[in-house]
């Protein structure tokens, strides 16, 4: 795929614009139902590139789609039973947006970032250097970056306003937010879901290092999963043939052009630099090859 055919922003004339944000543009079908297309676009340091990664939306929306199917039988998901068609009835407005198109059910979504590490990497990694912890979860001594943690732990955030950073929270807080029992399905469903989904991909030669989940209650508050699950952008992935503890891995996600942009005299602020076009094809091959491993999907 090239940047020709790349989307870096749709356009759907026939349907009302609700938001862009940094990737996804959402529209809305009926006071039930909304239309996510997961786009083109990659931001890095909270910046949108002013290029795309050719295919990037369509390899998010595939492995989210994948994940919501094996994650079924644990919890509900917000995908809608709805055909593209009949929301989309141009022919070309439907080729133009590929596989990145998402119908899902208007559900009120939870004001917590469900993140559970199983890796000892980030942000979790400083934490641990300073107190012995982690969001204020004690661990063994000696551990080294990168090791994986005897179980996996919940660490969840509150979901900042735009402009505003996410602020890493104790599962106290979520309890206020949420009430008890709610504040606890959220943990369990969380650590169920990367539990048993990382198992399945550490077979498929990816680590699922950390994630964050998000979810949203129905009018009968029935708790769901939604936006994305387990995708190289909700995730650190590593390929488990290279993972070596003591040293931070190569990973399948955005971090390759993070790592580019250290390099070069930017202040991090809007616009974000021109991408070189080996960068840009080197980032879109580790989205499709996280995407080969984990589905199997030839291309």
């Known amino acids: 795929m090239t940047l020709a055919n790349a989307l870096y922003q749709s356009d759907l004339p026939g349907l009302e614009l609700l938001n862009r944000g940094k990737v996804r543009d959402i529209y809305a079908v009926d006071d039930q139902h909304l239309l996510i297309v997961t786009s083109d676009r990659l931001s890095a340091f909270d910046v949108i590139m002013p290029q795309p990664i050719p295919g990037k939306g369509e390899v998010l929306t595939r492995v989210a789609n994948f994940w919501f199917a094996r994650t079924r039988a644990i919890i509900p998901n917000h995908l809608a039973d709805l055909s593209l068609e009949s929301v989309v009835a141009d022919a070309d407005q439907r080729a133009q947006l590929g596989d990145r198109a998402l119908l899902v059910k208007r559900?009120?979504?939870?004001?917590?970032?469900?993140?559970?590490?199983?890796?000892?990497?980030?942000?979790?990694?400083?934490?641990?250097?300073?107190?012995?912890?982690?969001?204020?979860?004690?661990?063994?001594?000696?551990?080294?970056q990168a090791d994986k943690l005897p179980e996996a732990i919940y660490t969840p955030s509150t979901k900042a306003e735009l402009g505003d950073h996410d602020e890493n929270v104790d599962f106290a807080h979520t309890v206020k937010l949420l009430g008890e029992e709610l504040a606890g399905k959220v943990r369990d469903a969380s650590l169920r879901i990367y539990t048993e989904c990382a198992a399945y991909a550490r077979e498929q030669?990816?680590?699922?290092?950390?994630?964050?989940?998000?979810?949203?209650?129905?009018?009968?508050?029935?708790?769901?999963?939604?936006?994305?699950?387990l995708t190289p952008d909700s995730s650190r992935f590593w390929p488990a043939d290279q993972y070596q503890p003591g040293t931070s891995p190569p990973s399948f996600d955005k971090q390759f052009v993070r790592d580019y942009l250290e390099t070069l005299d930017w202040d991090k602020r809007p616009p974000g630099p021109e991408l070189p076009q080996e960068i840009i094809d080197k980032t879109a091959e580790k989205y499709r090859e996280a995407e080969r491993r984990l589905t199997g999907r030839a291309g």
């Open 107 to 144: 559900l009120k979504p939870l004001p917590v970032e469900a993140i559970v590490r199983g890796y000892l990497i980030g942000s979790g990694w400083k934490d641990y250097q300073k107190n012995g912890a982690v969001c204020g979860i004690e661990l063994p001594a000696g551990l080294r």
């Open 205 to 229: 030669g990816i680590i699922i290092a950390d994630t964050k989940f998000e979810f949203g209650l129905d009018e009968a508050g029935e708790l769901h999963l939604i936006d994305e699950v």
